[in-house]
């Protein structure tokens, strides 16, 4: 088997991470995020693309582009956890592993924040750890391909 390839997928506002709502979200733009991450995956010894849209549909087309591609999906869906099932539909046709993550602890946040439409189709969720939630998510999948065997 050789070097395992990691799509991180960023939802909507995401790319204003850093800028705005410091004290929700932290001071960490998204490039910052994107570099962390790209360091972790060289310790790791596999490859990372990040990628984000604020669009549902263009997400929708990278998850579909993961497909041989990729052998997993971390992704932070931002407010589409909480509402697209369209988003939830393409993880699950593509059955790749996939991590949720959130900045955000979302589920002492508002009540509309507590249901995740993406959770049910993910190995996994981790959230509230701000930047490590994404660094955790990435290293659970790393390990998750490690132990089981990926498909082609
Ligand atoms: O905590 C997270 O990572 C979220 O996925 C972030 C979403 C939110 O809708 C989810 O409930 C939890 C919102 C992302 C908005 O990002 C911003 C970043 C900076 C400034 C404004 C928004």
Wanted: contains cysteine; charged residues 15%.
């Amino acid at each position: 088997m050789g070097k395992f390839s990691i799509l991180v997928l960023h939802g909507p506002n995401l790319n204003l991470l850093g800028k705005r709502e410091t004290a929700i979200y932290g001071h960490t733009s998204l490039a910052t995020i994107n570099h962390i991450l790209q360091e972790d995956a060289a310790r790791l010894g596999v490859d990372v693309t990040c990628l984000q849209s604020n669009h549902e549909g263009v997400l929708i087309d990278y998850i579909h582009q993961a497909l041989g591609v990729h052998h997993g999906i971390v992704i932070n869906p931002g407010g589409y956890t909480h509402t697209s099932v369209a988003l939830r539909d393409a993880l699950a046709a593509v059955n790749l592993p996939v991590v949720e993550v959130h900045l955000s602890n979302i589920h002492r946040r508002e009540e509309f924040r507590h249901h995740s439409y993406i959770a049910a189709v993910a190995i996994g969720q981790i959230c509230g750890f701000g930047v490590d939630s994404y660094r955790l998510g990435l290293q659970a999948l790393v390990s998750y391909l490690s132990n089981n065997v990926p498909k082609p």
